[in-house]
């Protein structure tokens, strides 16, 4: 079973409206939650960095929260736009070493 | 943050060549180079693990006589994929990581005819 579960695997919206991703891990002891954004046929690109001790961090119009209690983080994206249009991958690491446990990823799809 | 690159970012091969695939961290010195596939709408997963001037770790699965990973120095890794056939067709992807710093390449899109 993965580590990592992200839902919905795949969501559509239209343009200007906003969303919520989910990503719920299993990965102890924590070290920092990651959620990157992946364009069709390009490299992860990071969007945000979570601590144990950050409840929420802001990038733009991306702002993700983290509750390490229930061991669950959320991505709200306000006003989407077409170009957010891409997979979310949410990216749990369990040490510093680098040890990165990755989601399935959702595939968000704005539409005009 | 860091710039990683990966060469090329495109590239096709008959079927039975070897082809390598560069990844360099440009102002940043890698301490553990990965390598990832991913196939289409799939996630990525982990083919190996490199510090530098160490043999690679490979994942379970994953052949190290078919993918050769080099990680001479801080800032470059290559993967080369030897006699390749078209089922190693994937994009492929280097994420370069010191301590808490992890950052990812652009990715290398490989077919084999």
């Known amino acids: 079973k993965n580590q990592v579960e992200q839902s919905p695997q795949s969501l559509i919206i239209l343009e200007g409206k906003n969303c919520t991703l989910q990503c719920n891990y299993t990965v102890s002891p924590f070290s920092n939650l990651r959620w990157y954004k992946q364009d069709t046929g390009r490299g992860p690109v990071s969007l945000t960095i979570?601590?144990?001790?950050?409840n929420t961090k802001s990038n733009g119009r991306y702002t993700a929260t983290l509750d390490a209690d229930t061991k669950q983080s959320s991505l709200h994206i306000t006003a989407s736009q077409l170009s957010d249009s891409a997979s979310y991958i949410c990216?749990?690491?369990?040490?510093?070493?680098?040890?990165?446990?990755f989601g399935a990823g959702t595939r968000l799809t704005v539409k005009p | 943050g860091a710039v990683v690159s990966q060469h090329p970012s495109w590239v096709i091969c008959k079927s039975g060549t070897s082809v390598k695939i560069e990844c360099r961290s440009l102002?940043?010195?890698?301490?553990?180079m990965f390598w990832y596939r991913q196939f289409p709408k799939q996630s990525l997963m982990l083919m190996a693990t490199?510090?530098?001037?160490?043999?690679?770790?490979?994942e379970q699965g994953v052949e190290k006589d078919k993918f050769l990973i080099n990680h001479a120095s801080l800032t470059l890794s290559t993967l080369t994929v030897t006699s390749a056939h078209p089922e190693d067709s994937s994009f492929y992807i280097c994420r370069a990581s010191r301590g808490y710093e992890q950052y990812f390449g652009p990715g290398t899109r490989l077919t084999v005819t």
């Open positions: 979570m601590t144990f001790s950050e």
């Open positions: 490199s510090n530098e001037g160490s043999k690679a770790t490979y």
């Open positions: 990216v749990v690491s369990a040490t510093r070493n680098n040890d990165m446990r």
């Open positions: 102002d940043f010195q890698a301490t553990t």
